[in-house]
């Protein structure tokens, strides 16, 4: 088996991870947004410093990777808790597919955090996509019916942000336990407070699907980190959208949700958009 096979079964099981991630979320129950965030950091910490240590890496950084260190953590949390809102509102399979335009807005952060400038096609794969959550967000005047979507929405965009970060991350050789214990430990430190302030009460199973969560997330943090070792984003990127179908299956045998055909639409659009800048990159790569 070649790297680049490596790489796919890797992201595939990256995605089949966090999908299982958001179902034990969802699973948890009526428990505070930042409780949930808590439990799933605090597992993922324990998990990324056992790997440092069993490792020998330790926590070996130079004091100019701090800056993105902390953008990338603030914005992982950021991402994490837009997400988990829109899981406990909202179809597995819709929070799941809006937390996806990360990857459209990774393009627009990386303007900022590495000075790229897109290319015209990029551009318009990042309108194609917000047009296709538009299907999916279904906006109406009432707030409170478009809450969890626009939550999800700014779910992705923290990510697509700590996504970028994690990339400048890379290129300077910083490690990928090193850089999940420090988001992980930042935002449990982050939530705390909200979570002292107003913890509620958690039975032994609500517990330990938490647990359960914290686990799947670790799991999908280093499968997805072994992925990108393994081959270039351009190249496999366009698999990690294997979690919308795995969402749609765990949602619908667990939750009995299906998705509207509005939603549907969305996911096609975006889908589209993804595949259709995943082809020219590939095709871009292969002419340089």
């Known amino acids: 088996m ?53 490792d020998g890496i330790g926590f070996d950084y130079h004091k100019r990777d701090i800056p993105l260190l902390l953008i990338r953590s603030a914005m992982g949390t950021i991402g994490i808790l837009g997400n988990f809102y829109a899981v406990d509102h909202l179809n597995l399979s819709d929070a799941s597919m809006l937390n996806k335009l990360s990857p459209f ?25 917000f047009i296709g959550s538009l299907f999916i ?19 992705g965009m923290g990510a697509g942000a700590a996504y970028t970060a994690v990339r400048a991350l890379g290129q300077r050789g910083v490690k990928g336990p090193l850089i999940v214990f420090f988001f992980s430990a930042f935002s449990c430190v982050a939530v705390l407070p909200f979570v002292i302030m107003g913890y509620e009460h958690m039975e032994i199973w609500q517990l330990l699907c938490l647990i359960l969560a914290g686990a799947a997330a670790a799991g999908g943090q280093f499968t997805i980190t072994a992925a990108y070792s393994n081959a270039p984003a351009k190249e496999i990127s366009i698999f ?49």
């Open 240 to 288: 990690d959208y294997t979690q919308i179908i795995f969402s749609a299956l765990l949602g619908f045998f667990f939750f009995s949700q299906i998705p509207d055909v509005y939603s549907i639409a969305g996911y096609i659009i975006i889908c589209g958009a993804s595949v259709s800048l995943f082809i020219y990159n590939r095709k871009e790569s292969s002419n340089q």
């Open 2 to 54: 070649n790297k680049k096979q490596k790489a796919i079964i890797y992201i595939i099981m990256s995605a089949f991870f966090f999908a299982l991630m958001n179902c034990f979320v969802r699973l948890s129950g009526d428990l505070p947004t930042v409780q949930k965030s808590f439990f799933r950091n605090f597992i993922a910490m324990l998990a990324a410093a056992f790997i440092l240590f069993k």
């Open 105 to 129: 807005f990774a393009i627009l952060f990386s303007m900022l955090f590495l000075k790229e400038k897109p290319k015209i096609i990029q551009y318009l794969g990042v309108l194609t996509a």
């Open 137 to 155: 967000i279904k906006p109406t005047l009432d707030f409170t019916q478009v809450l969890p979507s626009l939550a999800g929405t700014l779910g």
